[in-house]
């Protein structure tokens, strides 16, 4: 389900001109595929860095960002001008470029060689002010980069670099996707629906809806057969409760919950989603809520949504993509409830089931509870704590004339007692700076309380995202100050209002 790594490039190009002659350039073309194989033989990068050319003309650099944009498996550019490249050449290519791309601010050189520098080294090592006359027009073009600035062997850069690749792998991932709205919205429900034309115009993925009975006809051909080899995956994988178990007094449920998620499967493989949302007022052929079914897609890298949540079911598909083999998990959330004591205050996420077992601190605990909700039979879900360490919470808010992303940075806590009776996945996280501020801030900003959290994507990664797709994007996090974030809402109301124009 989740993309294939190995077919995704990004590529580097260097900007120059003529002036220097065939020699330096020759140089140039050099140095450049010593860095681009460097920054691809880094772990951390995780797709390929391709050094294309070094562009010395309009009509080079107009026919590479044609290229670039055509290409299927280059998913953004890395740009870096070793010597002075007049800028008034990138206006063409820049004007069509659709790609994402980074400014790569560094030196081939890392040290000025104090007793040996001469007018040729000053000849070949020009970024310090050929990479200020591209950002220039990029600038006024206001093109949507990110600028990475250092050595371009040092870990810092390296890092900010896998960071936005992982982001625009994201970006790469979310065009052209489809995701599947089981049943509408919840009835009345504001923070969950949108506009699903502005997203796809605006982010590139769209959202049909479907009626239960489609998904039904999925869940009702599944064979017994299909059942038990599932069955029997749970029982290698989780701590079954006793009444699930093989004569258990509740063992049927287990088997319809493995039908309803080989169903959903199905639905979600042959139609080529990558996402899909529910809806618990309208589950008409399903005899339970899917919990388990949803929390074992989640871990699959399905994206996922509660309510018919479809921003938050593309947002965490996204977030997936960026977490791909990174350390830490990634799950649709909801604040649930609190912790309101003074310098403790604390919030309890957790969903009525759909946490993602990527999060899961040990092995779930597969149980059977009673769901208070929905007026259903008893579903089954996987239960669990989730790991002490850092965190965030992402939402996208539809705000009427554009697209606003929030991410609050958490701290996950350990409970200090047990909560024997709560038969959900939990997490225990402090907003930062404080629970007060954080959710001030967050209720300022019209943040709902379905989330996308993870352990392994940061709000950088968030950052660049956004700063591709050209949204909003509001941080919460221990340096915000309230009064600004207020000023902040303010200033940006009126900025995406001009920015947009009629
Ligand atoms: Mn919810």
Redesign the pocket.
Known sequence: MMIDLKEKEVWFITGSQHLYGEETLKIVGEHSQIIANFLGEQSKIPVKVVFKSVLTTPNAIHNFCVEANSAQNCIGLVAWMHTFSPAKMWIAGLNILNKPFVHLHTQYNRDIPWSEIDMDFMNLNQSAHGDREFGSIVARMKKARKVIVGFWQDQEVIERLAVWVRAALAWNDLQGAKFARFGDNMREVAVTDGDKVEAQIQLGYSVNGYALGDLVSYINKVSPAEIQKLVAEYENSYAVQQELLAGGAKRASLEEAAKIELGIRKFLIEGGFKGFTTNFENLDGINQLPGLAVQRLMADGYGFG??GDWKTAALLRAMKVMAYGLEGGTAFM?DYTYHLEEGKMRVLGA?MLEVCESLAAQKPSLEIHPLSIGGKEDPVRLVFNVPAGRGLNATILDMGNRFRMLVNEVDVVTPEFDLPKLPVARVLWAPQPNLKVGAEAWILAGGG??TGFSQAVTKEHLEDFAEIAGIEYLVIDNEMKISEFKKELKWNDLYYHLAKGI
């Open positions: 509660a309510e909801e969903h309380h379905h």
